[in-house]
C-alpha cells in the first residue's frame, strides 16, 4: 500500500461536465503523484463514472466510496 502525502476528497453530484476538470487539476499540482484521490458517490442521476474511466491508473473502484445508508431514530420518553 503507498502512502500518500494529500488525500483530496471529491463528492460527485450533477458534476458530470466539471469531473474531468478537477481530476487533471489535481494531477498538475506538484505533488499530482502523492495525492491519493477518493471519490464519494452522493447518488448522482448524471454519468460521472464514465467519465473516471479515463483515469483508471489513479483512480480505482477502491477509491469511489459509496453514500452511508442512515436510518433516522426517533426517541420517544416514555409515560408515567
Known amino acids: 500500500m503507498k502512502n500518500f502525502t494529500v488525500s483530496a476528497i471529491i463528492s460527485l453530484f450533477k458534476g458530470e461536465k466539471f469531473i474531468k476538470g478537477r481530476i ?4 498538475a499540482q506538484t505533488l499530482g503523484k502523492e495525492v ?3 471519490i464519494v458517490d ?13 483515469f483508471s491508473r489513479v ?3 477502491s ?7 442512515l436510518k433516522v431514530c426517533t426517541l420517544r420518553g416514555t409515560e408515567g
Not at 448524471?46 to 474511466?53: A, F, V
Not at 477509491?63 to 445508508?69: A, S, V
Open 24 to 27: 487533471e487539476d489535481l494531477l
Open 36 to 38: 491519493e484521490i477518493v
Open 42 to 54: 452522493s447518488n448522482s442521476p448524471q454519468n460521472e463514472k464514465r467519465s473516471l474511466m479515463n
Open 59 to 61: 483512480i480505482t473502484t
Open 63 to 69: 477509491n469511489i466510496l459509496e453514500p452511508l445508508k
